[in-house]
Each structure stands twice: as structure tokens, then as C-alpha cells.
């Protein structure tokens, strides 16, 4: 009830007949004043006129009256310049911390935005206001399409941003652990950050020249040269495997060599995993990344087209995962480079946050832009979020609109907070029969 108190207030739906005070007195809403999304009252400088007399000052907003006690506004500073307390049920008089009662207002919602709420809090429909969707006109889908991207890319950036500020500002390191992460592609992510997290890229840095002793390394950290990381199954074949015990033997040196401890190998997961996304197949790819020295950051900052980010990134497996996915088991020989669609999602993932994370940080617009212009070039993501909008009608032209939609899914759609979503806004106010006083 408190959220669609704030919706109906934030947006003046309020009834023809005059409004008036829990004591009797007329009140004219001048100005609701600017929402708060901190601490604080719910809406700071709203003009207000109670009794004739105008007021300007702070309005707070609860489903009861008794919730200004139980938050503890009536002894908090924060409060003291409240001019009105907005409620559903006015159950008790209020009070500041200097004693002064504060005038309530009963806030009356319209019967057809409760009926509306009510359909898009207990729909299973999925998205909920899919009814709306095809009625809508360009601006608005546009509009709030472009809101969502620069919401989404700004909460990438922060993540970004958080790696950078404990890493001391090392840049470098940040995009590493933000690419390690993308090459999990979901399932393995946030083992592949902790991995990222623990890699001694010090000790990488020293043997960057030799390939297979990058490959030891990457693969010895994430525990995938002890012999339990192997099934059952398979363990007598990778324990003869000559080249595991080769990539074993070389990484007990260099564990010993720079004080490593490996990462647990429980921390993989492969159940309903595509055999290309084998954490094996992912951090020898890395390993050649590294090797190559295509894809430091300092080269994504230089490169401003998409194709230059592809040709930056791509990277194969060594030879000896051309007829393998794990250790001991031989399969069909066929050659294990990123694809293209996988190369997009990690310039999708990586290097578009990253690049727009740099340029908050160092206010410059036209790196921001430059991100926001790759995404725009890169074809949309096909996944189960797209596919949904796509069938109410919403297509996805690139991928900026892919990832306006998954901003839309993740942060409205799946908390079902319909009253921040402007689809949610429209889908209320349609068949509205009276509207605001302006």
C-alpha cells in the first residue's frame, strides 16, 4: 500500500473533491515536491497550502499513521521539517522531535489504479503488463528503452568501479577479473572473479613469454591439475595423460616458486554445461589472451570499433584441447576459438562496462558514448528475456535494446516494481476516467 501511496502522490492522481486534513482543514496541492531514494523524508521541497497558509517543507508518506512511531521519526532531526504526513489509515496524531503535531492527509487512491495494482501484483503473465505493451507509441518505448540502457551500464560500472577503488586504482587488473568473470558466460562467473581474484598476475606477468607455463599456472590456480578435479571415471586415463602430468609438474614449481595455493576445484560447476564452456577449454583460452597481449585495457581504450574489439579478444585453446575438453578423455579433434557471438558477448560484458566505468571516473562523456555506440553496433542478444518481449511485440534491434531489457526484467519485472517502470505507469493510467488536478 506505502508504494502505490508514492505512486499516486508522485504523479498528483488525485480525486476532483477537495482534499482535506485528518482535522478538517483544506489542503491544495501545489508542488509534491522532489522524490528522496536516501534516507530521509519521502519527498523534500513540496509547496503545500493547509488552512490557507502555504507551506513549504518535506512530505512523508506511510500506510499507517502509527508507522511515523514504529520508524522513530518523532525523535529523528531528519524529520522536524515535515509539513504533511500522507497515510491510508489515520490511526493516531503525530508528532517532531520538538513536539509540534503534524498535519495528516488521508490520500484517496482512484478505484481503477487499485484494480489496476491489484492485476499486476497476483498476474502470473509474464511480463505483467504485456496488455499495454502494443498500445504504447515509439517516444515512450524509446524513451524509457534509453533510460534502462544508461541504468544498466551505470550499475556495470559501479561493480567495475568497486574492483578498481580495492585493487588502489589498478585499472589493469580490474578489467582482468571483470573478463575472467564473462568467460564463466553465467554459470561459472563468480568462479571464475574468484579465481581472477587470486591469480598472481605478478608472478603471470614474470613468465609471459612461455605459453605453457601460463597455461600451468591458470589452470594449477583453479585446482584443476589436482587429481580429485578429475571424475572418477576418468582419473586413471588423466593420471597417465602425459601432458597433464606435464602441466601438474610445472605448476607444483611454480606454486612452490611464488607461495600459490590453488583454488578449490568444487568451486566449478558443469551440470548443463556445453562442453565448450568447460572451465578447462575458458582459462586456456585466457592463458593465450595473456600470452598474446591483444587485450590489455590500454588497447580496448585505443580501439573504437567493434571489429578492432573482436580482433583484440580472440583467442583459441592450445593444441592439446583440439581433441580434448578434459583431461583423459580424447574426443573428435576441432579447433576451440571463441566464436563470434561469444566474442560480442564479452565486448557486451567486459569491454563496454569497463570502457564506460573509465569514463565516469574521469569525466570523460565520449568514452561513455563510445560504449553506449558499441553496444548500438553489436547485434541483440538471444536469450529467454529477449525472446519474451519479442513475442508482446518489444524487438530487440541491438544489443543496447538487449540490455534494456534485462535492466527492465531483472530490476522491474522480477521485484515486481511495476510503479517505478513507465510500461507499469501506463498500464495504470489506461482507462483512466478522471485524472489530477494539475
Request: proline share 5%.
Amino acid at each position: 500500500m506505502e508504494k502505490l501511496l508514492h505512486y499516486v502522490w508522485k504523479h498528483k492522481i488525485f480525486p476532483l473533491a477537495p482534499l482535506r486534513t485528518c482535522s478538517g482543514e483544506d489542503i491544495e496541492v501545489i508542488d509534491t515536491g522532489l522524490p528522496n531514494t536516501n534516507a530521509g523524508p519521502d519527498f523534500f521541497n513540496a509547496k503545500i497550502k493547509i488552512g490557507g497558509t502555504m507551506w513549504v517543507g518535506n512530505v512523508e508518506i506511510h500506510g499507517t499513521a502509527s508507522d511515523w512511531y514504529r520508524h522513530g521519526h518523532e525523535s529523528d532531526p531528519a524529520y522536524r521539517n515535515v509539513v504533511l504526513h500522507v497515510v491510508a489509515t489515520c490511526d493516531t496524531d503525530v508528532t517532531v522531535s520538538d513536539g509540534k503535531t503534524i498535519p495528516q492527509l488521508i490520500l484517496p487512491i482512484p478505484d481503477h489504479i487499485r484494480k489496476q495494482y491489484d492485476t499486476l501484483c497476483t498476474t502470473e503473465n509474464s511480463p505483467r503488463c504485456l496488455d499495454v505493451i502494443p498500445l504504447l507509441d515509439d517516444m515512450t518505448v524509446h524513451g524509457w528503452m534509453s533510460a534502462l540502457l544508461c541504468e544498466r551500464l551505470a550499475a556495470r560500472a559501479a561493480k567495475v568501479t568497486e574492483r578498481m577503488k580495492v585493487l588502489n586504482g589498478d585499472w589493469e587488473t580490474a578489467f582482468f577479473i571483470t573478463l575472467a568473470r564473462n568467460f564463466g558466460f553465467g554459470l561459472n562467473g563468480d568462479a571464475f572473479e574468484t579465481w581472477a581474484r587470486h591469480m598472481p598476475l605478478h608472478a603471470a606477468a614474470k613468465h609471459r613469454d612461455n605459453l605453457f607455463q601460463l597455461e600451468a599456472l591458470f589452470l594449477g590456480q583453479a585446482g584443476l591439475l589436482e587429481p580429485e578435479a578429475v571424475p572418477c571415471s576418468l582419473r586413471r586415463e588423466a593420471m597417465e595423460d602425459p601432458y597433464f602430468s606435464q602441466l601438474s609438474s610445472e605448476y607444483r614449481y611454480l606454486a612452490h616458486k611464488f607461495s600459490l595455493t590453488p583454488l578449490s576445484c568444487h568451486e566449478w560447476k558443469y551440470l548443463r554445461l556445453r562442453p565448450q564452456n568447460f572451465p578447462h577449454i575458458r582459462l586456456s583460452q585466457l592463458a593465450q589472451l595473456y600470452f598474446r597481449q591483444t587485450a590489455p585495457f590500454s588497447r580496448i581504450l585505443e580501439t573504437t570499433d567493434t571489429e578492432g574489439l573482436r580482433t583484440c579478444l580472440q583467442c583459441s585453446a592450445t593444441t592439446y584441447w583440439e581433441t580434448h575438453y578434459i583431461f583423459g578423455c580424447p574426443g573428435p579433434q576441432s579447433e576451440k576459438r571463441l566464436s563470434r557471438g561469444s566474442l560480442d558477448l564479452i565486448v557486451i560484458n567486459t569491454a563496454a562496462p569497463v570502457l564506460y566505468a573509465y569514463g565516469l571516473q574521469h569525466n570523460n562523456e565520449k568514452l561513455c558514448e563510445r560504449a553506449m555506440g558499441w553496444l548500438e553496433e553489436l547485434k541483440a542478444e538471444n536469450n529467454r528475456i529477449t525472446r519474451q518481449w519479442q513475442a508482446c511485440g518489444l524487438e530487440a534491434r541491438n544489443a543496447a535494446d538487449s540490455q534494456a531489457l534485462i535492466q527492465l526484467q531483472q530490476a522491474y519485472c522480477d521485484p515486481k516494481d511495476c510503479l517505478r517502470c513507465r510500461f507499469g505507469f501506463e498500464y495504470l493510467k489506461r482507462n483512466h476516467t478522471y485524472f489530477t488536478r494539475k
